[in-house]
Structures are given as structure tokens and as C-alpha cells.
């Protein structure tokens, strides 16, 4: 049976049921207690776009199969974040052992990945003739940059070949014992990936850290004063600074948000518009970085 017949089944079987709730299997989400979320429900492509992202949710593996536990951390008090520990080899796997590692994760469910792709798409003026490549390519970008993974704080495994630019194919074409293949930790805050100077003595490398050391890692209010570099994309959406000054200049709005301190998107200022934009879709049915995305790539998406 072909992925492409599984993946319509799969979402037929859904619409018929008349989905319209977080799907019956154990997932992640990640409004705050209280939050009421105005999803569209009335839209016609919620459904199976809901479907559509079921099957992303279900796979998400810094989840580590449910080992995972609450967890508090500053700046997002009151949000459902979880501590994971799981192990990947990411595309070494026929070669390579899983590198085990940890991360602290808001996950959206496939109900509001949904609402933000829906959302996205219209608000950039998608009709319903141009929603289903809209949907179709905002999906695609997201899973191939990250399936759809926020993480808080933490090591996030892949494979050197799909986390440097020293491999513009990414893995494509590399034998499986290729040291490009094997499993390396990448380190994130706030969904963005960034390096750690100091007395950490962590590293994008194939370490596979203590206990101890995600300790460190994980009481924030210590380890942010050695935060280096602040890299390029925001997860979820795969957001670059260009989309999002593209997108807030569209909307006549100042690229940092009320609740930065920072004065512009270089350094942690790109890391606080991530985690803010992330919150705050996470209380709603809309993202402003999938908004920014879609817009940054209409004349492609939107047609």
C-alpha cells in the first residue's frame, strides 16, 4: 500500500467522523489552562488539513515515545512545556547508534497546526482554489525544517548532514557510513538553534551528555548568560528575520513585539520574537510566523 493512499485514507476516514477535536490518540499541545483558542472550523480545509497534520504529530520523535515529564521554565509559566528524554540517529540510523539526549518541548497539537496553516494561508488572501497548494507547501516547510517540534531548551539530534551548511544537499546522495550521516546534538532555546560559550562545555558535537549537564542547561536563568550565537530559523514555521520584517512591514507594525526588551531581531532578539509569537499561538488560532512565512513565499504558495 503507497504513503500517498495510506495519507488519503487516513483523512477521509477523519472528515467522515467529522473531526473537529484533538484526535482521540495521546498528543501534545500547548495552550495555557484557560485559553480559548478561536479555530476555524467553519473553513472547509480545516478538517483535512487537521487530518493531514495528525499524521505529523503522531511521529515526532524528541517526544521519546511519552518519556517525558512537566516541567516549569521562566518565560513560560503557565504553558504545558514538557522534559523529554528520548535518542535518535536521524538519517545515520543504518549505520550509526541513537544518540540520546534531552529537550523541554511545547508542542502545538494537529488541531492548531491546522488553525495556523488555515489562517495563514487566508490571511495572505488564499481562495479556495489556491488553499490546497498554500496548505500543501506550508505543511512541506515546516516538516522538512523541523515536523512541526518546539523546543523550549535542549539538545535536538540530527545528523550533521541535515544540520550544516556545509551539506547544501543535505543527505541526499551520501553513502549510510558517511560521517555526515552520524547523529550530532544541536542545541536550541526559545526554537531557535544556538551555540553556548562558557563553563557549560557543550558543543554541536556526538557527545552524548550527563544528566548533570542538562541540568545546567536546563535552569535557564543561569545558562542564558552564556548563550553565543543565535542562528537562522524559528520554529515552528521555519520563519527567517527576512519573513517576519517582510511580514510586520506589510502590517505597518514594529518588528519587536511588546513583550521584547531586545532593540532589533539580531542576536536574542530573534530568539524572543520566536518564543513570543510561539505563546501567543498557542492562546489563539493564529500564528504570526506561519502568517510571515506564507507571505514571504505568495507569488510560489499562492497561485
Known amino acids: 500500500m503507497s504513503k500517498a493512499f495510506f495519507l488519503t485514507k487516513f483523512m477521509w476516514s477523519m472528515?467522515?467522523?467529522?473531526?473537529?477535536?484533538?484526535?482521540?490518540?495521546?498528543?501534545?499541545?500547548?495552550s495555557p489552562l484557560g485559553a480559548t483558542p478561536n479555530f476555524p472550523v467553519s473553513d472547509?480545509?480545516?478538517?483535512?488539513?487537521?487530518?493531514?497534520?495528525?499524521?505529523?504529530?503522531?511521529s515526532r520523535y524528541l517526544e521519546g515515545g511519552?518519556?517525558?515529564?512537566?516541567?516549569?521554565?521562566?518565560?513560560?509559566?503557565?504553558?504545558?512545556?514538557?522534559?523529554?528524554?528520548?535518542?535518535?540517529?536521524?538519517?545515520?540510523?543504518k549505520a550509526f547508534?541513537?544518540?540520546?539526549a534531552q529537550v523541554i518541548?511545547?508542542?502545538?497539537?494537529?488541531?492548531?497546526?491546522?488553525?495556523?496553516?488555515?489562517?495563514?494561508?487566508?490571511?495572505?488572501?488564499?481562495n479556495d482554489s489556491q488553499m490546497p497548494t498554500c496548505l500543501a507547501e506550508l505543511r512541506s516547510h515546516?516538516?522538512?525544517?523541523?515536523?512541526?517540534?518546539?523546543?523550549?531548551?535542549?539538545s535536538v539530534v540530527e545528523s550533521r548532514c541535515n544540520s550544516s551548511r556545509a551539506y547544501p544537499n543535505g543527505c541526499s546522495g551520501l553513502n549510510d557510513t558517511d560521517k555526515g550521516r552520524q547523529p550530532r546534538n544541536t542545541w536550541f532555546r526559545n526554537g531557535v538553534a544556538v551555540d553556548y560559550t562558557g563553563p557549560l562545555g557543550i558543543k554541536w558535537d556526538e557527545k552524548a551528555y550527563s544528566d548533570e549537564t542538562y541540568e545546567d542547561v536546563f535552569d535557564v536563568s543561569k545558562s542564558d548568560k552564556f548563550l553565543g550565537k543565535t542562528y537562522t530559523k524559528a520554529r515552528i514555521a521555519a520563519a527567517i528575520r527576512e519573513d517576519w520584517a517582510l511580514w510586520r512591514t506589510h502590517l505597518g507594525k514594529p518588528l519587536m513585539m511588546a513583550d521584547t526588551i531586545e532593540a532589533d531581531l539580531e542576536?536574542?532578539?530573534?530568539?524572543?520574537?520566536?518564543?513570543?509569537?510561539?505563546?501567543?499561538a498557542c492562546k489563539s488560532g493564529t500564528n504570526e510566523l506561519f502568517d510571515a512565512v506564507v507571505y514571504s513565499h505568495r507569488h510560489k504558495w499562492v497561485r
Not at 472528515?15 to 500547548?30: D, H, I, L, R
Not at 511519552?66 to 540510523?93: L, M
Not at 518541548?105 to 488564499?126: E, F, K
Request: glycine share 8%.
Open 97 to 100: 547508534p541513537p544518540l540520546r
Open 142 to 154: 515546516v516538516i522538512s525544517s523541523n515536523g512541526a517540534q518546539f523546543a523550549v531548551a535542549g
Open 267 to 280: 542576536g536574542s532578539g530573534w530568539q524572543s520574537i520566536s518564543r513570543e509569537v510561539h505563546k501567543a
Open 15 to 30: 472528515v467522515v467522523a467529522g473531526v473537529a477535536s484533538t484526535p482521540a490518540y495521546a498528543e501534545f499541545q500547548c
Open 66 to 93: 511519552g518519556n517525558c515529564e512537566d516541567v516549569t521554565v521562566p518565560g513560560y509559566e503557565g504553558f504545558p512545556t514538557k522534559r523529554c528524554v528520548y535518542a535518535s540517529a536521524d538519517a545515520g540510523k
Open 44 to 58: 472547509s480545509f480545516f478538517p483535512t488539513e487537521m487530518a493531514a497534520w495528525a499524521l505529523v504529530t503522531r
Open 105 to 126: 518541548l511545547l508542542q502545538p497539537s494537529a488541531q492548531q497546526l491546522a488553525s495556523w496553516s488555515v489562517q495563514a494561508c487566508r490571511a495572505v488572501g488564499a
